[in-house]
C-alpha cells in the first residue's frame, strides 16, 4: 500500500468552477503538508504548504490538513484555465528530508 | 538568479549505453534530490544529498549512482541503461541553513530520457 494516495483523474471541469483535490496518507509521522503544481512539460512548483492541522488561503487557492482523518484537500474557487495542469500532494515528517509525493491529478479547465 | 538547472534536456539512449544527468543550483541549497517520474507512478526518489560530499538511497536507487562533489551540483549517472529507465528526471534543492524551509522544494525543468 502506498503512503499516499491521490486520485490520478483526470479531472474537467468548466471555467469558474469550485475544484476539490484530495490526498490520503498512511503514516501518521507526516507534519508538513504541501500541493506542487506542474504544467505540461514543467517542473513542479510549491503552491501552497501547510504545517500540522488546518486551513490555509492563499487566494482563490485553500489547502485543509485533517490529521485525525489523514486527509488533506485543496480548494481552488472561480477556477480557470490557467490552473489546467497537474497538482501533487506531498507530505514530510518533522525529522525527515524527503518528500512523499502523491500520484498527482490532472486538471483541465475548460474555458 | 537561475535556480535548478538540468543539462541536457533530452537524450536518447541504446540499452547498454552510459550517461549522466547534470543538475546544477545557484541557491546555496543543502539538500539535493533526484526523481524519476513515470505515468501512473507520480515522483519516485532515486537518491538525494544532504550535504556536500553525502549521498543517499531513495525508493528506486537501482541502476543508478549519484556524486556531489560540489555544493551546487549533483550528478546522476547510469551505467548501463535499460529501457526500463525510460523516464522523465527531475532535480530538486532545498533549505539554506537560516533560509528557506527544509520542505520547499525547487525542481528543474526535467530530463526526458528514451532507453531504445
Known amino acids: 500500500q502506498k503512503e499516499v494516495e491521490q486520485d490520478p483523474g483526470p479531472l474537467s471541469v468548466p471555467e469558474g468552477a469550485i475544484v476539490s483535490l484530495n490526498c490520503t496518507y498512511s503514516n501518521s509521522a507526516f507534519q508538513y503538508f504541501m500541493w506542487y503544481r506542474q504544467y505540461s512539460r514543467k517542473g513542479p512548483e510549491l503552491l501552497m504548504y501547510?504545517?500540522?492541522?488546518g486551513n490555509k488561503e492563499d487566494g482563490r487557492f485553500t489547502a485543509q490538513v485533517d490529521k485525525s482523518s489523514k486527509y488533506i484537500s485543496l480548494f481552488i474557487r472561480d477556477s480557470q484555465p490557467s490552473d489546467s495542469a497537474t497538482y501533487l500532494c506531498?507530505?514530510?515528517?518533522?525529522?525527515?528530508?524527503?518528500?512523499?509525493f502523491g500520484e498527482g491529478t490532472q486538471l483541465t479547465v475548460n474555458p | 538568479n537561475a535556480g535548478v538547472t538540468q543539462t541536457p534536456k533530452f537524450r536518447v539512449l541504446k540499452t547498454g549505453q552510459s550517461m549522466t544527468l547534470l543538475c546544477a543550483q545557484d541557491m546555496n541549497h543543502e539538500y539535493m534530490y533526484w526523481y524519476r517520474q513515470d505515468p501512473g507512478m507520480g515522483l519516485r526518489l532515486i537518491h538525494y544529498?544532504?550535504?556536500?560530499?553525502?549521498?543517499a538511497k531513495g525508493e528506486v536507487p537501482d541502476g543508478y549512482n549519484v556524486s556531489r562533489l560540489k555544493k551546487q551540483n549533483f550528478l546522476l549517472g547510469l551505467e548501463s541503461a535499460a529501457p526500463s529507465q525510460t523516464s522523465v528526471y527531475f532535480c530538486a534543492s532545498s533549505w539554506t541553513s537560516g533560509g528557506t524551509n527544509k520542505e520547499t522544494q525547487y525542481f528543474g525543468p526535467g530530463t526526458r530520457l528514451l532507453v531504445l
Open positions: 501547510t504545517y500540522s492541522s
Open positions: 544529498s544532504v550535504g556536500e560530499g553525502t549521498t
Open positions: 506531498a507530505m514530510l515528517s518533522a525529522s525527515g528530508s524527503r518528500l512523499t
